[in-house]
């Protein structure tokens, strides 16, 4: 497969506009929001392509890419999603909506498996085992052609997931449950930014 893959410094350029739909992902230097921060934020339109932005720590300022994110009319696919939009809410200050996470359409759907992960879905889906190596390296710095193609990765392939992962919650009757699960997670993210770790539902 030839991968279209567009390493953007600071911000995306004026003449890329996105469609109706775009999977995105995040890189960071950690997955602690008091300590680590964001340094990369992947882009894909499900073309084979990804366009990847490549933060300034000491200015977060991307009016073009906080416009597309900003934008409500474009649905944005991620995986874990939790996560990525705790460190863009924190760093580029958007509050993110049309949200779908394939990691909780996994666990609504796949009640076949207990493997979630990225990795494990694009081998069911995709047949292809990707590997996750690259996943703890340093994506502070300069990047590596092997990095810039496992950022790639993590989003090429999360439109035809989205797709599959709809197929089964529509079929096994669980896709209401599923849409009405997402709603929360801009208070799951807002409870994760106010140090609600625990599962509040709890005892």
Not at 6 to 22: A, G, T, Y
Not at 35 to 51: M, V
Not at 71 to 76: D, F, G, L
């Given at each position: 497969?030839?991968?279209?893959?567009?390493?953007?410094?600071?911000?995306?350029?004026d003449?890329?506009?996105?469609?109706?739909?775009?999977a995105?992902?995040?890189?960071?230097?950690?997955?602690n929001?008091?300590?680590?921060r964001?340094?990369?934020?992947q882009?894909?339109?499900?073309k084979n392509?990804?366009?990847?932005?490549?933060f300034?720590?000491?200015?977060?300022?991307?009016p073009?890419?906080?416009?597309?994110?900003?934008?409500?009319k474009?649905?944005k696919l991620?995986?874990?999603?939790?996560?990525?939009?705790?460190?863009?809410?924190?760093?580029?200050?958007v509050?993110?909506q049309?949200?779908n996470?394939?990691?909780i359409?996994?666990?609504?759907?796949?009640?076949?498996?207990?493997?979630?992960?990225?990795?494990?879905?694009i081998k069911?889906?995709?047949?292809?085992?990707?590997?996750?190596q690259?996943?703890?390296?340093?994506?502070?710095?300069?990047l590596?052609?092997?990095?810039?193609?496992?950022?790639?990765?993590d989003?090429i392939?999360?439109?035809?997931i989205y797709?599959?992962?709809?197929k089964?919650?529509e079929?096994?009757?669980?896709?209401?449950?599923y849409?009405?699960?997402?709603k929360?997670?801009?208070t799951?993210?807002?409870?994760?930014?106010?140090?609600?770790?625990?599962?509040?539902?709890?005892?």
């Amino acid at each position: 497969m030839n991968l279209d893959i567009k390493l953007h410094k600071k911000d995306l350029p004026d003449e890329i506009v996105f469609s109706d739909k775009i999977a995105i992902d995040c890189e960071f230097t950690g997955l602690n929001i008091e300590r680590d921060r964001l340094c990369l934020l992947q882009i894909s339109s499900g073309k084979n392509d990804a366009h990847i932005i490549q933060f300034d720590k000491e200015n977060y300022n991307a009016p073009n890419l906080k416009k597309t994110l900003g934008n409500k009319k474009i649905s944005k696919l991620f995986h874990f999603a939790r996560a990525d939009l705790l460190f863009i809410k924190k760093y580029l200050g958007v509050d993110i909506q049309n949200v779908n996470c394939t990691k909780i359409m996994s666990k609504i759907a796949r009640s076949y498996s207990d493997r979630h992960g990225l990795k494990d879905l694009i081998k069911e889906f995709i047949g292809i085992d990707v590997s996750k190596q690259l996943q703890s390296s340093d994506f502070g710095g300069e990047l590596s052609e092997k990095q810039l193609k496992y950022c790639a990765q993590d989003v090429i392939y999360l439109h035809e997931i989205y797709d599959s992962l709809k197929k089964i919650l529509e079929r096994e009757n669980r896709i209401e449950i599923y849409e009405k699960t997402i709603k929360f997670i801009n208070t799951r993210v807002d409870l994760d930014f106010a140090s609600f770790k625990d599962d509040i539902w709890s005892h």
